[in-house]
């Protein structure tokens, strides 16, 4: 079964430092990863997402990269802002056949402070 | 362009009780789907649908119902509410290709009591 972890859980930074989040997941057949974020009370918006043939996406500030074998994608923000406060999480899709849905991460809490 | 709208917002319900949870698209998106996020548990699957007229079961079907009669709307019911069902239910779609981001809508906050 496809388990996604994200580290850290928690972040906080001051406004302007570059930053990386983290995910990885255990079965590397996935045919794309996306990264979501997900702000208080909201539902999730699409950020990124990477096709299994691809090594990264880029929007904006926002860089995300694709390691299949090793079963690993990082978030790269640049540049942060308080509005990049959010909780943002990945999500691969379900392995071994079956249901057709994702998988998610239990996110990272990203706190920008001005 | 409104997206994927979820109605109501938020619903208290007693334990025994059914309710229909209304999702509803309009970007035609051929695929459909029904989230519960718990805290601690993140997202999971509670049930999917391909196209109109076809559902089918994810991660934790149990206590729900769905059905696809229209392209637009996906409803999810709740036959006997029970406490292990509060949660915030989220709606998502996206083209039939699998390559497509999923599109939530804002979600529904649920207690059961």
């Known amino acids: 079964k496809q388990e996604v972890t994200q580290i850290p859980a928690a972040l906080s930074v001051p406004e302007g430092e570059n930053l990386v989040l983290n995910c990885s997941f255990t079965d590397s057949a996935i045919y794309n990863l996306q990264w979501f974020r997900q702000d208080p009370g909201k539902g999730l918006t699409s950020l990124l997402l990477i096709q299994s043939s691809q090594r990264e996406q880029t929007s904006g500030r926002l860089n995300a990269s694709l390691d299949k074998s090793s079963g690993r994608s990082t978030l790269y923000i640049a540049a942060s802002q308080p509005g990049d406060s959010a909780t943002y999480l990945c999500?691969?899709?379900?392995?071994?056949?079956?249901?057709?849905?994702?998988?998610f991460g239990k996110g990272t809490h990203l706190i920008i402070q001005p | 362009n409104a997206g994927v709208t979820q109605t109501p917002k938020f619903q208290v319900l007693k334990t025994g009780q059914s309710m229909t949870l209304q999702c509803a698209q309009d970007m035609n998106h051929e695929y459909m789907s029904w989230y519960r996020q718990d805290p601690g548990m993140g997202l999971r699957l509670i049930h999917y649908s391909v196209g109109a007229g076809i559902t089918d079961q994810g991660e934790v079907p149990n206590g729900y119902n769905v059905s696809r009669s229209t392209t637009e709307d996906f409803p999810l019911r709740l036959l006997s509410a029970a406490p292990s069902q509060t949660s915030v239910y989220f709606c998502a779609s996206r083209p039939g290709r699998y390559n497509s981001p999923l599109h939530f809508g804002n979600g529904t906050r649920l207690t059961v009591t």
């Open positions: 999500a691969v899709p379900f392995s071994g056949g079956g249901a057709d849905g994702l998988t």
